[in-house]
């Protein structure tokens, strides 16, 4: 570490729009215009470290670089699949390494980030193990493509490639070390192309808003793939993008300058230990790789630019500091160069020899495996009567009293509204306003936060206020949340539940009034659940809370208040498990297949065709993902029939998969083929003809029975 434990600094008020009052007279080594930001970064070099320190970050950033070239190597020879390099990121990442504490802080990566993995334990084999995608490789198992790090006893998230996808977790996490009174912050980085992202904006004013303790590292390298940055980004630079989130210090430096940038991230983490709020920490620094081992730059650069590029090698500039210093000579860092060689090409050979994954363990992981210990219908409903909203309002209260790590959050969901539906109501009164709060309007950063708080142990039960409006978060749903069990190999979870408040039948329009299961149930890692009554909602959502999975919660509207899906109150106990269905109805000639809504409309069918001599047996899913196909295979077997009734639309629904299932696992107990009943291929429109025109009836379900049985 450095001598000086605490460097003196000014912090200064943002000075407008103004750009020029922050335009510095001497250009960074990059070439490119540097800007003042809110930190007096002093001057510091060698002399402010012991020389043992300054040999070590040497070392490591040597090592990176070797990574780099042996991986590119082992790639030409057939024993590799891709690279993403960190050559000429070494300093930046070197600098605040140095002041990082793995396993205290957290880190929220992004793919060029190899020599922070370095810095905070990471080592040779365990980088080569990552790149030949071997079974002991400790980041992913061989599920992760190359230098995709995560570490579970180092708190490194695991990686998305999706660009972006690191932002909104770490502001969560970095809210979870408020909540947890930890002096720790959250080292979150990117390339200059991710802060063209949305999630950029969101996670830097979610965390202005809350002063949490994030360090935004933009290592900006000119280039977001082929396109440069002053064509990705107004003004050329993030730090100018960062300007307008009151509450969020920023600061400009030489990512090529090992001392200037670990002077900079020095006060930055003091400022943000102190609880001043996040930073943003713009490196301008060199690129002297391609993109990845997929690209080839010199279709897109000049051979004058890239020349230019190689004179400003941070490893040289950090070389030439510690030579002058006489910490280093010429004869010592040729020998330093040669160890690193031999140790790289011994554990290149190392990893190579070690297994690759087993094949039979391909499926693992996707949903976690172990015991939940929770005790399934411990009790029956013998309550007072309830509507489906009280109850799921009820889940919550006792589920917030039973574990404090509960947290509700989303847009209106907290004081005395309670959300547009009331679901939420008293919450924040009974459990204070740190744990049932209001989020942005930004369904990404509700998701994306959602996944730092369940990272760091907490039980995030987010609300999405309808349906229609989840699509914004789907990058995060569907590349960070679904797959992380999976591609961390089991080393991290992902544990929330995500209400949404779902279908049709309100007079909602377009936008009001959409079914989402086809598309979630799509997705390995989710588990899927929708309640048609009351006593179900509690059950399911109690039980969801004290799982290990996310579970996309899916209320109907419609039932919220509907007397049909009124039912006794379960008590606190009451937990229902995921994927075992209710034979809401027996019958002998016809098995309708349905969840929600449908249990309503197929029951009101089932009563008129009794009296015409129809017996119908109706299965109620309860749970989408996982589904009992047993107890529907089971009817069927005496049925000899199936309907499936669902509102979504009918083709590519999700009782097309219920179909094809049937049909293929049922045929020869089928005296009719599998039909389907569903909404129209049609968005919901808003009039009352329309919407009934579109939506499925009961005398649809009437119709379609009659047909069936009468074939």
Known sequence: MAKTTK????VTAPTGDGASSRVELVASSTGRVKYKGDFEVPKIGTKEFDPKTLLSVYRTMLLSRRLDEKMLNLLKQGKGFFHIGCAGHEATQAAIGLLSKAGEDWFS???????MYLMLGGDAREVLLHHLAKADDPNSGGRQMAEHFGSRVRNILPISSSVGAQFMPAVGAAMSLQRDGKNAFVYCSCGDGATSQGDFHEALNWAAREKAPVLFVVQDNGY?????????TAGGSAFKLARGYEGLARVHVDGNNFFEVYAAAQLAIDHIKEGKGPVCLVADLVRLLPHSS??????????????ADQREDPILHLEKSLLEAGILTPDSAKKLRKDIQVEVDEAAAWADAQPDPDPSTAMQHVLYEGDLGLDFEASVPSGEQIVVVDAINHALHEEMARNEKVLVYGEDVAGGKGGVFTATRELTAAFGSSRCFNSPLAEASIIGTAVGFASAGYKPVVEIQFGDYIWPAMQALRNQVASYRYRSNNDWGCPMVIRVPVGGYIHGGLCHSQNIEAF????????????????????LLKAAIRMEDPILFMEHKALYRSAAARSPEPDENYLLPFGK??????????TIVTYGMMVHKSNNAARVLEKEGISVEIIDLRTLLPVDMDTVFNSVAKTNKALIVYEDHEFLGYGAELAAQISDKMFYHLDAPVKRLAGKFSPVAFADSLERALLPDDDDVIQAARAIVQH
């Open 109 to 115: 990566l992004y793919y060029r980030d190899m020599m």
């Open 294 to 307: 997929s690209d080839n730059h010199t279709k897109y650069r000049t051979a004058e630019e890239l020349e």
């Open 7 to 10: 460097s003196t600094k000014k």
């Open 520 to 539: 979630f149930a799509h997705m390995p890692g989710f588990m899927i659940a929708m309640p048609s009554n009351a006593a179900d909602a509690k059950g």
């Open 224 to 232: 977001a793939i082929s396109v440069p940055v002053r064509e990705q």
């Open 581 to 590: 269905a209710r034979v809401v109805r027996e019958g002998t000639d016809l």
